[in-house]
């Protein structure tokens, strides 16, 4: 069975770190691009981050650009989410998610075809 699991979420202060796992289980994430999206209470989810398989390359959302860093462990075979410098409006429920191609091309939903059970991150004081 395809899976995706997130974990790493918790509350953190205005300033503070979070890193988030997205490990996988039933196929080798290497192959795939692998996206992260959060959606907030009351708003749409969004994409804020990709790393593509083809080439290694990173595509971070202007929300999270300088702040966030995706990186890839191909031995446990998880994508980590390294979050710095966190904001109140980061605050939102978190989730990893599989593209159906190996690089990243934009954040449409339809490109991305197993998605985890989402991890919540809160920043407050």
């Known amino acids: 069975q395809l899976q995706l699991v997130e974990s790493g979420g918790g509350l953190v202060q205005p300033g503070g770190s979070l890193r988030l796992s997205c490990a996988a289980s039933g196929f080798t994430l290497d192959y795939y691009a692998i996206g992260w999206f959060r959606q907030a209470p009351g708003k749409e989810r969004e994409g804020i981050s990709c790393?593509?398989?083809?080439?290694?390359?990173?595509d971070y959302a202007d929300s999270v650009k300088g702040r966030f860093t995706l990186s890839r462990d191909n031995a446990k075979n998880t994508v980590y989410l390294q979050m710095n410098s966190l904001k109140p409006e980061d605050t939102a429920v978190y989730y990893c998610?599989?593209?159906?191609?190996?690089?990243?091309?934009?954040?449409?939903?339809?490109?991305?075809?197993?998605w985890g059970q989402g991890t919540q991150v809160t920043v407050s004081s």
């Open positions: 998610a599989r593209n159906r191609k190996t690089y990243c091309s934009g954040y449409a939903m339809r490109d991305f075809i197993t």
């Open positions: 790393i593509s398989t083809s080439d290694g390359s990173t």
